[in-house]
């Protein structure tokens, strides 16, 4: 019905040639200009159409009557300019999605108006440090993971094939979206590994295999240059540190390896700010109230968690950007001109990603993570941001699993016990005749009295009661 659907309205569309790019023909177009985070996707994922011809191409996917292109041109910087403006010609105002400054310029003189979308982390690796009080909480995964007989594992095409099916479907059962792959900005995940892709296991102290990180190649030149994170997932309840851990190794092992520069993937709608490029003030405001909104981050997707995690890394940010065609600018406020008729011109659309639902912390997390926290030199501050969470839900999840109690404050009322500290002698017969001077006095009898918290009153045990009441009275009053 959705495919249906989506052709009824893709009628209305011009014919955009298509060059008939095989894959290999992709790729090896992507081994000479694939030096962005999506170049890899757009050549290898399934669905997707191509203008251009052997020299270079587009991608771009259609949707509800309107044209989406994916990323940058795949060509040389010479001539991206040329394929955006044939491009263009050719599918009448298309909306460009998550391209880099080049593009974006490419498109200004085409009358687009360019809006930041999030950013993309970048770590230049042959520069880029681990050391230092910053990395505390990446060091701390790693070191955690390994204490507890964790280990990773880089695992080759076709390894672990079953537990890795398991470790995917077991993921997409805790998201909203489960009888689908999303696509188009993220491809549906494979099994089977790519040229050049690679692939890093997370076994358990059991030698299960429990979380996956898969990377995508760059390249420049014929020459791969470095990697960008393409799937992460795991098994419901796998404790926090994985995907810390994972990443910090591939790192390390990607630096080892010569490698220039690993990217960490888009963070939708973060850190936009106002463009260095003519754009629409109305789209920045919704972008930036989407981030802010608790309805999305909990519902929709937590966009704001998957920038906490990326910024962990300190890379360096790069912008990504999208282009609106004229008609989707129309329906929020642009003065644009609508160049076509389409049946989706008076209706808004939205592009969405990918949807996470809010995560549920299972027993087990729970337990997990108050556990760490009695470890010698655990640090709840590092433990709290380990697992993404606040330290003050890391407390109450302590005083819930630990049956922490208050202490119970005393009252006026509270009894007291009283410890006679000597019994009195027994009486003793009067001598007849005068008695001593010495024995004209009983034995003295104390009573201590205890108040609780290490004090206590020791008095007389013919003392006044009524005087020893108002005693009591102003001590207690004073604790």
């Not at 209305?12 to 962005?36: E, H, K, M, V, W």
């Not at 490419?106 to 999030?118: P, R, V």
């Amino acid at each position: 019905m959705r495919k249906f659907i989506d052709s009824c309205f893709d009628r209305n569309l011009p014919a955009i040639p298509s060059p008939n790019l095989t894959l290999d023909q992709r790729l090896s177009l992507c081994r000479q200009y694939g030096d962005f985070s999506l170049a890899y996707s757009t050549a290898v994922q399934p669905d997707l159409n191509y203008f251009g011809d052997e020299n270079g191409y587009i991608a771009y996917a259609t949707k509800m009557g309107h044209v989406f292109a994916l990323g940058d041109p795949v060509a040389s910087r010479k001539s991206k300019a040329d394929y955006i403006a044939q491009f263009i010609a050719q599918a009448g105002r298309p909306c460009f999605v998550q391209v880099h400054s080049a593009t974006a310029a490419a498109l200004t003189s085409h009358g687009y108006s360019i809006n930041q979308m999030g950013k993309d982390s970048a770590l230049s690796l042959q520069n880029h440090s681990f050391k230092g009080k910053r990395n505390e909480t990446l060091r701390y995964s790693e070191r955690w993971l390994y204490k507890n007989g964790y280990s990773i594992h880089e695992c080759r095409d076709g390894e672990l094939g079953p537990e890795l099916s398991k470790i995917s479907d077991d993921w997409r059962a805790g998201r909203i979206v489960r009888r689908r792959e999303m696509r188009f900005l993220n491809r549906p995940f494979c099994l089977s590994l790519k040229p050049g892709m690679r692939r890093f296991v997370l076994l358990s102290p059991h030698s299960k295999p429990i979380a996956l990180l898969d990377f995508d190649p760059l390249f420049r030149d014929g020459e791969g240059i470095g990697y960008t994170a393409a799937f992460k997932r795991k098994i419901q309840g796998t404790t926090a540190h994985a995907e810390i851990g994972l990443t910090k190794y591939a790192a390390d092992r990607f630096r080892q390896e010569g490698s220039e520069i690993m990217t960490l993937g888009l963070s939708p709608l973060a850190g936009v700010k106002k463009s260095e490029f003519p754009e629409n003030v109305v789209w920045r405001y919704l972008y930036q109230r989407a981030f802010l909104s608790p309805l999305v981050n909990r519902r929709v997707f937590n966009v704001q968690g998957q920038a906490a995690f990326k910024r962990r890394f300190h890379g360096n940010e790069v912008s990504a950007r999208c282009g609106p065609s004229c008609e989707v600018e129309k329906n929020i406020g642009s003065p644009s001109v609508n160049t076509r008729s389409s049946p989706m011109t008076k209706r808004p659309i939205e592009v969405i990603t990918s949807v996470e639902r809010r995560r549920r912390w299972s027993q087990e997390d729970k337990e997990r993570l108050v556990a760490a926290c009695f470890e010698p030199d655990a640090v709840l501050s590092e433990i709290a941001r380990a697992a993404g969470i606040h330290v003050s839900q890391l407390f109450r999840w302590r005083k819930e699993l630990c049956q922490i109690e208050e202490p119970k404050t005393e009252t006026a009322s509270t009894l007291v016990p009283v410890i006679l500290s000597e019994a009195a002698p027994p009486a003793t017969p009067i001598p007849s005749g005068p008695p001593a001077p010495s024995q004209s006095r009983r034995k003295r009898s104390d009573v201590t009295i205890e108040l609780g918290r290490g004090r206590r009153i020791r008095v007389d045990s013919d003392i006044d009661t009524e005087a020893l009441g108002r005693i009591l009275d102003v001590v207690l009053e004073r604790r």
